[in-house]
Structures are given as C-alpha cells and as structure tokens.
C-alpha cells in the first residue's frame, strides 16, 4: 500500500524541540522528493519547503530557514523534520506530502506548543 | 510569492446540485501547475486535479479542472453527500508553492 504515515501528535513546552518522522510505503522511496507543510489553526497551508530523497539536499523556504532542518534515513525510507526553540506560533498540524505535485500525504502531526 | 485568493468563502448547496469553485492567482501560474485538493475535518488534504485539468488517481469524473494563466475554476457537476469539505487550490510552478485560503462547500 502506498502510504505516508507520520509519528504521533507532541505536547511541548516554548524552547523545547521536536523530530517528527514521515515513514514512506509502498513506491520506491527516492523516486519522489518530499515536501514539509504546515498548517496552523484557522490558517492556510504553508509550503516549509522540500528534501531531495536522492541526494538528501534540503530547500527551505522563506521563514522556515534557521529552526528547521530535514532531513532523512534512506535505509528506513523515512524523512524528518526538526523544529527547535520552538514558539507559540509553531503550534500547528505538519504534513509530509510527496511531490510533485502532492499527490500523497501522510495523516499530518500536530504539535502543540503551551507552557 | 504567487497570491491564491479563492470566491466565494463559502457554498451552500444541496445534493445533486453543481458547484463551481474559483481560484485567482496574483500573476501567472507557470507551467499550468496548478492543483486542487479536497480536505475534510481532521484529514489530510487530498489531490483531485493537477496540471488545471487533470484528475488525480481514482478521482470521479464529476470533478473538472479548468482555466489558464491567472483565473482557475473547479466544478463539481453533480454534489454527492461525500463532496461537502473545503477546497483549496495550489500552485506549485513557482517557489514558494502557495495554497489558496479554501472555499468551504456546505449543505
């Protein structure tokens, strides 16, 4: 079965940092790059940027560069990202999806961020 | 950065009815890349329509993709029960990709 599934949700407290991983099934894992979105509540989705699953090379997007890094384990077909020093506003459902275009996503992982 | 803006916020229809969704980008969408997704509450967004018209895997037929340039539509000829979520449109031709805010589709 083709699938994208991503860990469980995460409660954090401001500063702390998080991994949340995307394992992929079912295709040949670096014949697609993937891409990392977020979706905060009541927001649109924003596109974090994209990781080539061939040469591991990541591309940030703008405002996503600094306290974000992907990255992967080709071996477990399995990509990741990490937040760091994380803040209020990174609270939000985040998405790995398969480009392009994203015709698959994992089930999304929302994290939490409160003191 | 591309600037989707979807009309109209929100549609209500009924069953059976047809709907038509649209999509306006603040300049040219590159290389007609431009999709459509379907999300319902607490679900991943799905792909319907990429390349403006053509429908993803396992799509119904009833869902059609149209347009160029700047001004995209997308129709639901006849709504069934499983069609009431938020649509957003999507362009990828140009970084970053950006997403439309949604057309929320209710009965």
């Known amino acids: 079965q083709v699938q994208l599934v991503q860990s469980a949700s995460e409660l954090k407290n401001p500063g702390a940092s998080v991994r949340i991983s995307c394992k992929a099934s079912?295709?040949?894992?670096?014949?697609?790059?993937l891409s990392w979105l977020r979706q905060a509540p009541g927001q649109r989705l924003e596109w974090m940027g994209w990781i080539s699953t061939e040469t591991g090379s990541p591309t940030y997007a703008q405002g996503f560069t600094g306290r974000f890094v992907f990255s992967l384990n080709t071996s477990i077909t399995t990509a990741y990202l990490q937040i760091t020093g994380l803040q209020t506003e990174d609270t939000a459902v985040y998405y790995c999806?398969?480009?392009?275009?994203?015709?698959?996503w994992g089930q999304g992982t929302l994290v939490s961020v409160s003191s | 950065e591309i600037v989707l803006t979807q009309s109209p916020g929100t549609l209500s229809l009924s069953p059976g009815e047809r709907a038509t969704l649209s999509c306006r980008a603040s300049?040219?969408?590159?290389?007609?890349?431009l999709a459509w997704l379907q999300q319902k509450p607490g679900q991943a967004p799905r792909l319907l329509i990429f390349?403006?018209?053509t429908r993803a895997i396992g799509v119904p037929d009833r869902f059609s993709g149209s347009g160029s340039g700047t001004d995209f539509t997308l129709t639901i000829s006849s709504l069934e029960p499983e069609d009431f979520a938020v649509y957003i449109c999507h362009q990828y031709g140009s970084s970053p990709w950006t997403f439309g805010q949604g057309t929320r589709l209710e009965i």
């Open positions: 079912g295709y040949t894992f670096v014949d697609f790059a």
């Open positions: 300049q040219s969408v590159r290389n007609d890349r």
């Open positions: 999806a398969r480009n392009s275009p994203t015709d698959l």
């Open positions: 390349r403006i018209s």
